[in-house]
């Protein structure tokens, strides 16, 4: 079992940044693959970013050049640094770990973009 606790949601102005936290349980972090999702209500979950245990990355087409997601095997932590937000990125952001046949979710955080 693989517990996810994220950090660093809130309210922020548009154009501005945010970076989102996320620190797993586990010693064997490494193993996973770790991303970000996001859902606003009466949506589905979507990708927002996505990184391999080889640290490869991947991004929606709707955040590319604007978000980062980075891992520290060592701190078993993921952060996805969000900048130049838009009011079209408010969500609930779920950090995930996947290693076949396993996948763990966090709890959530808002993240709101509102002048």
């Known amino acids: 079992q693989v517990q996810l606790v994220e950090s660093g949601g809130g309210l922020v102005q548009p154009g501005g940044s945010l970076t989102l936290s996320c620190v797993a349980s586990?010693?064997?972090?490494?193993?996973?693959?770790m991303g970000w999702y996001r859902q606003t209500p009466g949506k589905e979950r979507e990708l927002v970013a996505r990184?391999?245990?080889?640290?490869?990355?991947n991004y929606a087409d709707s955040v590319k050049g604007r978000f980062t997601i980075s891992r520290d095997n060592d701190k078993n932590t993921v952060s996805l640094q969000m900048n130049s937000l838009k009011p079209e990125d408010t969500a609930v952001y779920y950090c995930?770990?996947?290693?076949?046949?396993?996948?763990?979710w966090g709890q959530g955080s808002q993240v709101t973009v509102s002048p």
């Open positions: 995930n770990a996947f290693s076949y046949p396993t996948n763990y």
């Open positions: 586990r010693a064997r972090f490494r193993i996973y693959t």
């Open positions: 990184i391999t245990t080889a640290g490869f990355a």
